[in-house]
């Protein structure tokens, strides 16, 4: 019964954030017109997105990965519908919770766009999802030099920069980026900090 209920809860939160994130797509598609950075090709190159370390493309509702939102939202609705309902309705779940709440987790987590990064004259998109200035807290920089975490797992990384933005109230904070070259980088912090923004004090150097 309990196990019931738990999973039922899972499948809410899965189905309202499946629901909203195309939405929120969307909206940045359109917001990120508007962006003051990036503009230029050699800016949206010299970011490049955490784990496949590919180049930041602009949002288009025409590239692979934006279709894959728009119908892989549909599929992972019902696939999460089918599951929940052959969880309940057999002893499937009893045997099997753990798996099952795995399965949920891999299905919601699959339906994401590829990361970015656009800094708006009113706020700032993070991984396809817009936020207002007020709701960002600060920002802080790495240099990837030998030691550090992100050394040689690319050569691009090499002498980059790890560039993360921290929400205010967030238990979940969106993903880093890194930040190719230092030109690039101050152009970043220089935006940031005409809206206020400052870095995070207690790494500040």
Not at 95 to 124: C, D, E, M
Not at 126 to 151: D, G, M, T, V
Not at 174 to 181: G, L, M, R, T
Request: proline share 4%; aromatic share 14%; hydrophobic share 45%.
């Amino acid at each position: 019964m309990i196990s019931s209920i738990v999973l039922t809860i899972l499948f809410a939160i899965g189905f309202i954030y499946l629901i909203q994130y195309p939405f929120y797509l969307k909206k940045a598609a359109l917001l990120s017109k508007e962006a003051i950075y990036p503009q230029q090709k050699d800016e949206f190159q010299t970011i490049l997105l955490p784990n496949e370390w590919k180049e930041m493309t602009p949002i288009s509702k025409k590239e692979k990965s934006y279709q894959f939102v728009k119908w892989g939202t549909i599929v992972a609705v019902l696939l999460l519908t089918t599951v929940l309902i052959i969880s309940v309705a057999t002893d499937w779940l009893s045997s099997s919770f753990l798996n099952v709440a795995y399965l949920f987790i891999v299905i919601i987590n699959s339906i994401k766009h590829r990361g970015n990064l656009f800094i708006l004259p009113s706020g700032i998109i993070l991984h396809s999802k817009y936020y207002p200035f007020n709701r960002i807290l600060n920002y802080h920089y790495e240099e990837i030099i030998r030691w550090h975490e992100l050394y040689g797992l690319h050569p691009r990384l090499n002498n980059g920069y790890k560039l993360t933005i921290t929400l205010k109230n967030r238990w979940f904070q969106p993903n880093y980026f890194v930040i190719e070259d230092e030109e690039h980088l101050k152009r970043i912090i220089t935006l940031l900090k005409d809206k206020g923004i400052e870095q995070e004090e207690k790494r500040a150097s």
